[in-house]
């Protein structure tokens, strides 16, 4: 994180946020303004989705909150990270509390939509053979040079997660060098959350949650299942990819789709994939 430490006894800058029926105050960092950050789309739909769950609890009589409701009471900008001139990621506080002033844990890192692909590839010589194709890169908040995953990538600033599946398609190009198109790939998440039936979270995104406890991060599974000559899909061994210009230095595994829950277990997008690829399969959607 790159925010700025203000001189000891400086007043840092502050505003209040009108989206709520009472006014919110949000302290910044020297290095936001007012301006960025309610324009920063992750800001924008936490906010929005949290006032949704706000009038959730007054609305509904059997939530656990009903009675004595919680208020958003302020928010602190901790730090921001940027991707060049524009906001990457932002750390927050926010002060959610009840009229018993009872507080809820307001620790938030916002990073915005994500998406992912299961890409699962059969040898046309042996159809029921299945390989998944995985990267093996740097991720240093895991502390790890060499991760094993699935293709995966952010949104960045799109707030229209309609959009996903295009982005979805980009990641594997970047990531993998397959060009696949949009109508090729199936909502693994959007297929499962047709018939959810928990009320609670109809207003949240139609995307998984990784990290709920601490972070706003959503991401869209995706699954693209093709059929390929053998020798395509050996020559995917070992290749290297990844865009330089975002520091991106990617080598491809084949994973044996049997031993897919084992080798991506440290991976939670590939255990969410690899386990809605194999509900949908039984629920007779895939």
Known sequence: MNGISPEIGAKLPEFELDVFAYPVKVQLTPDVTKDELCKFPPFELWINTLKKSFD???????????????????????SVSRFGARLGFVHLHADIRNEENKELPGAVFLRGGTVAVLPILRPRDSVDERWVVMTLQARVPAG???????????????????????????????????????????????????????????????????????????????????????????????????????????????????????????????LAAWALYEGLKRAGKL
């Open 56 to 78: 959730h609890q007054a609305s509904r009589p059997r939530h656990p909150f009903h009675d004595k409701p919680y208020r958003l009471c302020g928010i602190r900008i901790l």
């Open 144 to 270: 790890s040079l060499s991760f094993m995953e699935i293709p995966a990538g952010m949104t960045d600033d799109d707030k229209d997660m309609g959009k996903s599946g295009i982005k979805a398609a980009q990641e594997m190009k970047e990531e993998t060098g397959l060009e696949i198109r949009r109508d090729e790939l199936i909502d693994l998440t959007g297929l499962a959350l047709q018939d959810a039936l928990a009320p609670e979270s109809k207003h949240l995104e139609r995307a998984m949650y990784p990290s709920p406890g601490g972070c706003d991060e959503f991401m869209r599974l995706y699954l693209w299942e093709k059929e390929m000559d053998r020798q395509e899909i050996e020559d995917l061994k070992g290749r290297l990819t990844g865009l330089r210009t975002q520091k991106e230095m990617i080598e491809i595994r084949l994973c044996r789709y049997e031993e897919l829950w084992r080798e991506g277990t440290r991976d939670a997008k590939t």
